[in-house]
């Protein structure tokens, strides 16, 4: 079967996410964490490795909803693996197209910063309502339900607090580096982080088969 080969090449894809990520940190040590997003690291001569990090991102999106194809059944389980891959189709144009820098006027955004945003609209929300859905779906297969679950709060958590920082900031309002927006890229890791955690808790039950 192609589903424990799909779950292994999942955890490996989702380890490669979390490792250059992680890279990245000290390849562009003038991007504060806590200020900027992850997706600023595309900027710049170490872009490939931002690149790289959606793409495995992706393909273990895309990887683990193969492996959940023959374990989830249930209309609930075939609805959260379809977003999975839209997860993965969001996550995949991220790698392809780097946004703008942020100074840049929406006028002036090139046709990658407008993609950039397309990809950002498919894939988080396609992601954090594949978890979500996932989650409850596998937790009556798998041992793991409770830290799928728990990991999937963690995830939902960081998403409310960096929407919530951003519509704090807003469009159009000046920069203050005393304000909310200094925080931003804490959550925004934390989701990220927390993802990559989700598919290898979610693949492992299959990938040990």
């Known amino acids: 079967m192609m589903s424990p080969y799909a779950a292994r090449?999942?955890?490996?894809?989702?380890?490669?996410?979390?490792?250059?990520?992680?890279?990245?940190?000290?390849?562009k040590p003038?991007?504060?964490?806590?200020?900027?997003?992850?997706?600023?690291?595309?900027?710049?001569?170490?872009?490939?490795?931002?690149?790289?990090?959606?793409?495995?991102?992706g393909v273990a999106s895309g990887s683990l909803a193969v492996a959940m194809v023959p374990h989830v059944r249930a209309l609930?389980?075939?609805?959260?693996?379809?977003?999975?891959?839209t997860a993965a189709v969001g996550l995949v144009m991220a790698a392809r197209f780097p946004m703008d820098p942020v100074?840049?006027?929406?006028?002036?955004?090139?046709?990658?910063?407008?993609?950039?945003?397309?990809?950002?609209?498919?894939?988080?929300?396609?992601?954090?309502?594949a978890v979500l859905v996932l989650s409850f779906a596998l937790g009556q297969v798998s041992d793991a339900g409770w830290l799928l679950k728990t990991v999937a709060a963690v995830i939902w958590i960081s998403l409310i607090v960096m929407i919530g920082i951003m519509l704090k900031v807003g469009p159009g309002k000046p920069p203050d580096p005393n304000g909310p927006e200094r925080f931003v890229g804490v959550p925004n890791r934390l989701l990220m982080v927390a993802y990559a955690v989700w598919l290898m808790v979610a693949a492992w039950p299959v990938a040990r088969w």
């Open 76 to 85: 609930g389980g075939r609805i959260g693996i379809a977003l999975l891959l």
């Open 9 to 27: 090449a999942a955890i490996v894809a989702a380890a490669v996410s979390l490792v250059t990520l992680a890279a990245l940190h000290i390849l």
């Open 103 to 129: 100074s840049t006027p929406p006028a002036q955004m090139s046709r990658s910063g407008r993609m950039h945003g397309v990809a950002f609209l498919l894939g988080v929300p396609s992601m954090v309502l």
């Open 30 to 57: 003038d991007l504060h964490p806590s200020r900027t997003m992850i997706s600023q690291y595309a900027l710049g001569p170490y872009g490939w490795v931002m690149a790289l990090c959606f793409a495995a991102f």
